[in-house]
């Protein structure tokens, strides 16, 4: 079997306007499915950032993945990260200024991951096997993911005859997000619940978390992520007042800039004998991150993510050295439809150390916009069970694929800019600002 197409569906999707450090989202965030076509004529998918730059870095690869066997994945992530980023290198491994999927240290990795999972997803296809079970067999059948909550101004997302029904309002507030919350967790059935943070000043988010615990009790743990808005000494002060919120496998996600901001966090909640863990996705993105995560004691769940780690397989291995390294291991998401669902729920599936429900933004997202044949992936008790079909387990719609292409020529941009929409629709000079708080 040889790759003899490489398709790239660039593709528009409704968001609501979501908050964060970052700023606001867009009305549409950008997505690319890619379709790997074979000799065999079977056909692999996968899902990944969208925009031109994506694009481009995927289109670069074209050479690399025609005619290769899609058996033969070493190779082919050695022909991608052969040339590597000496400027990327010499800015610092972090993405702390960076909005996701935008780091130029990953680009390779996030270009390899994009193929690798379309490859995996022929390679099933192709022996009749799941994915999770090509990667040595699964931990679990079914993948638990948190309920990922945000502030949001009032809309559903999507503009003109696509704007989308705004099923959660206006939620600015710590009433308005216990209300968020339980709906999300009456229609999902989520166990662990995730604040993203970094948007309203601390004490109101400290209240939020507050509210949040007496409303769904130490059952469900609680996190936060403020996405490094906050200084060394605003992190320890909010470490320090929701000690007994986040306790019970909860933890604090990017408080700060950097691994020694962490670090420093961790040292002095530490020396007040508060065991809240840390969690990282912006100061470790990558396997070279860890060690210096582990020794300065600055990350103690390291957050993995297909898509940008470099594939199903890069997240096993991070998995596994988080285990022999005594890490946690959770899962990072972005706004995304339901085959990138698939690939983190096989990614998820073979990783045994996997201490935390997964995070995702498929409920940010509709029916409208689903590109996988049959709608929307569903969750059972807050799970997606891996299905009993070879590869993802899903096929395209490729009706709602087109649909989805041509939401994306209509609209006039083509990278994530949360800043500019703030601009735009908040605050004419707003800025992001690290610390804020
Ligand atoms: O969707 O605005 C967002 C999030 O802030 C996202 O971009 C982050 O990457 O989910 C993320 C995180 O955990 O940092
Ligand atoms: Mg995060």
Same mark, same amino acid.
């Given at each position: 079997m040889y790759i003899t197409g490489l398709k790239l569906h660039p593709i528009a999707i409704a968001d609501p306007p979501l908050r964060s450090s970052y700023g606001l989202h867009a009305p549409f965030a950008l997505r690319t499915i890619v379709e790997l076509e074979t000799t065999g004529g079977l056909t692999g998918i996968s899902e990944t950032y969208g925009g031109d730059g994506p694009l481009a870095a995927l289109e670069a690869a074209r050479e690399h993945v025609l005619g290769r066997d899609p058996f033969q994945l070493t190779g082919l992530m050695a022909s991608l990260t052969a040339e590597t980023d000496?400027?990327?290198?010499?800015?610092?491994?972090?993405?702390?200024?960076?909005?996701?999927?935008?780091?130029?240290?990953?680009?390779?990795?996030?270009?390899?991951?994009?193929?690798?999972?379309? /490859?995996?997803?022929?390679?099933?296809?192709?022996?009749?096997?799941?994915? /999770?079970?090509?990667?040595?067999?699964? $931990?679990?059948?079914?993948?638990? &993911?948190?309920?990922?909550?945000?502030?949001?101004?009032?809309?559903?997302?999507?503009?003109?005859?696509?704007?989308?029904?705004?099923?959660?309002?206006?939620?600015?507030?710590?009433?308005?997000?216990?209300?968020?919350? #339980?709906?999300?967790? $009456?229609?999902?059935? &989520?166990?662990?619940?995730?604040?993203?943070?970094?948007?309203?000043?601390?004490?109101?988010?400290?209240?939020?978390?507050?509210?949040? #615990? #007496?409303? &769904?009790?130490?059952?469900?743990?609680? #996190?936060?992520?403020?996405?490094?808005?906050?200084?060394?000494?605003?992190?320890?002060?909010?470490?320090? $007042?929701?000690?007994?919120?986040?306790?019970?496998?909860?933890?604090?996600?990017?408080?700060?800039?950097?691994?020694?901001?962490m670090a420093e966090v961790r040292r002095r909640l530490m020396a007040e004998g508060n065991l809240t863990p840390l969690a990282s996705n912006v100061a470790v993105t990558c396997l070279a991150d860890v060690p210096a995560a582990q020794r300065l004691d600055a990350v103690q769940i390291v957050l993995s993510d297909p898509h940008y780690w470099g594939g199903l397989r890069q997240v096993q291995t991070l998995g596994n050295l988080c285990g022999v390294l005594g890490l946690g291991l959770s899962m990072h998401s972005n706004s995304h439809l339901g085959v990138s669902l698939m690939a983190m729920t096989h990614a998820a599936a073979a990783c045994p150390h996997l201490t935390y429900a997964c995070d995702t933004h498929y409920p940010w997202q509709t029916a409208q916009d689903e590109v996988v044949a049959g709608g929307r992936i569903p969750f059972v008790n807050g799970c997606v069970q891996i299905p009993a079909k070879p590869g993802l387990g899903v096929d395209l719609d490729y009706d709602q694929l087109a649909r989805g292409r041509e939401r994306y020529q209509k609209i006039p941009y083509r990278k994530r800019d949360d800043e500019a929409e703030m601009r735009m629709h908040v605050d004419p000079d707003w800025k992001r600002i690290l610390p804020r708080w």
């Open positions: 000496a400027a990327a290198v010499a800015g610092g491994r972090t993405q702390t200024y960076l909005v996701p999927g935008e780091n130029p240290l990953d680009r390779h990795m996030r270009t390899f991951a994009a193929l690798e999972i379309a /490859c995996l997803d022929l390679i099933g296809k192709a022996v009749g096997k799941p994915v /999770c079970d090509l990667l040595g067999g699964r $931990a679990r059948d079914q993948v638990a &993911f948190s309920a990922y909550l945000f502030y949001k101004h009032a809309g559903g997302g999507g503009v003109g005859g696509d704007a989308r029904h705004d099923e959660y309002g206006e939620v600015l507030d710590p009433t308005a997000m216990v209300r968020e919350t #339980r709906q999300m967790i $009456a229609q999902y059935g &989520f166990h662990e619940i995730k604040l993203k943070g970094g948007v309203l000043d601390p004490a109101t988010e400290v209240a939020t978390i507050q509210a949040l #615990r #007496r409303e &769904f009790g130490p059952s469900f743990p609680l #996190r936060i992520d403020p996405n490094c808005a906050w200084s060394v000494e605003t992190s320890v002060a909010v470490g320090r $007042a929701l000690q007994e919120d986040l306790s019970g496998g909860g933890y604090l996600e990017d408080p700060c800039a950097a691994l020694e901001g």
